[in-house]
């Protein structure tokens, strides 16, 4: 089964600087896709970015990137000039190529990002 | 554009009541997940459908089932209610044929008393 790990339970930035988000996943399959959302106090579930896993060019929105690392499993999420509205709990997830079948959404715990003025 | 939309939004519940939660998800979209998120946690699947046909099953107890609907609206019933149910529920849809990011809702916030 596949496997989620974000290991910075909260994280800090101060207003307009750069921070990064860790996130590592363990699968036995070749395809796949990597998102992550954004959740703030309201609790709506924001997708940020998505990454296709035979994609090699990191995905890129706005001030949100990624650097897919997929040899070493690995997916983190950096925002740059960041903002107070940034300010959220952030969930790394996996979803299975397949369709038809099994694709449900596998989170990590979350990280929960608070933004400094 | 069109979002996923979940009532109600928010409900409250005595122990052992039955709930239903409702979710219709965005046109033309064919996929519908049920997630459980309980305080502080991180969403749980319970259960999904695609094409109006069960495709996975995740932690959903048995006291709870759900079916999609002809119009691909979905419902979540859940019967004999336990305080430890308290949780927010989402709903979310995608398209398989496109694209592949699923979609959530607002979600419902159910409190079991």
């Known amino acids: 089964a596949q496997t989620v790990t974000q290991s910075q339970p909260e994280m800090s930035v101060q207003e307009a600087e750069t921070v990064t988000l860790s996130c590592t996943y363990d699968?036995?399959?070749?395809?796949?896709?990597l998102f992550w959302y954004k959740q703030p106090p309201s609790r709506q579930m924001i997708l940020v970015i998505r990454?296709?896993?035979?994609?090699?060019q990191n995905a890129t929105e706005n001030r949100f990137s990624v650097n897919f690392q997929k040899a070493a499993k690995s997916f983190s999420l950096k925002i740059s000039d960041s903002q107070l509205g940034d300010a959220a709990m952030y969930f790394c997830?996996?979803?299975?190529?397949?369709?038809?079948?099994?694709?449900?959404?596998?989170f990590g715990k979350g990280t929960k990002l608070t933004v400094n003025p | 554009a069109a979002g996923v939309i979940q009532s109600p939004r928010h409900l409250i519940k005595e122990k052992r009541e039955t709930a239903t939660l409702k979710c219709y998800p965005i046109p033309r979209h064919d996929t519908v997940y049920w997630y459980q998120q309980g305080p502080g946690q991180d969403p749980q699947f319970l259960i999904s459908?695609?094409?109006?046909?069960?495709?996975d099953k995740g932690s959903i107890p048995d006291r709870f089932s759900a079916q999609q609907f002809s119009d691909y609206h979905s419902e979540l019933n859940m019967s004999s209610l336990e305080l430890g149910d308290s949780a927010l529920y989402f709903c979310a849809s995608s398209f398989q044929g496109g694209v592949t990011e699923a979609f959530f809702g607002q979600g419902t916030r159910l409190t079991v008393v």
């Open positions: 459908f695609y094409e109006k046909m069960q495709s």
């Open positions: 699968t036995s399959e070749s395809d796949y896709y």
């Open positions: 990454q296709e896993a035979y994609k090699q």
């Open positions: 997830a996996y979803r299975t190529w397949a369709q038809g079948g099994s694709e449900k959404l596998v």
